[in-house]
């Protein structure tokens, strides 16, 4: 079944349910795959497509709930942590930090690279094989572990 056609069914029990929060999220997120398959020019996104786009609407979540929080705001910052939550039951499983570590060195290794500027090359490697499944920001910090930058 294709994650779209997944996100429908959902949302179909959803509102049968009426689960307020979790329909408003779940059009939220059809909308946003719908939206990135017209950027692309397609009919709909792969999964691999949807599970990037989720992995973003997650990082917007997270960072709006800082943001909330900073500005005293719980009721808000509690909407989005209920979201961000119903955003992660869609995502894989994130990699734990033993495992993308055994990633960037097997590509090092593959790469036969070193230094500071190899970084953009073992992170070309590397990128489609954690997609939507790791934190860029750690991700880069342990190829620069790797690389010995």
């Given at each position: 079944m294709a994650f779209?056609?997944?996100i429908s069914k959902?949302?179909?029990?959803?509102?049968?349910?009426?689960?307020?929060?979790?329909?408003?999220?779940?059009?939220?997120?059809?909308?946003?795959?719908?939206?990135q398959a017209i950027q692309k020019g397609?009919?709909?996104?792969?999964d691999a497509e949807s599970v990037e786009v989720l992995g973003k609407m997650l990082k917007q979540r997270e960072e709006s709930i800082a943001a909330f929080e900073k500005g005293n705001r719980p009721d808000l910052a509690d909407k989005e942590r209920k979201e961000a939550e119903i955003l992660?039951?869609?995502?894989?499983?994130?990699?734990?930090?033993?495992?993308?570590k055994t990633i960037v060195d097997s590509a090092v290794k593959?790469?036969?690279?070193?230094?500071?500027q190899a970084l953009g090359a073992v992170m070309k490697v590397v990128m489609p094989k954690v997609a939507g499944r790791a934190d860029g920001k750690m991700l880069n910090q342990l190829v620069r572990q790797a690389l010995g930058a």
């Open positions: 779209v056609d997944q959902q949302l179909m029990e959803a509102m049968k349910a009426r689960d307020e929060l979790k329909v408003s999220t779940l059009r939220m997120i059809k909308a946003a795959l719908g939206a397609k009919d709909s996104l792969d992660k039951t869609y995502l894989p499983e994130p990699l734990s930090e033993a495992e993308l593959e790469l036969g690279l070193s230094g500071p």
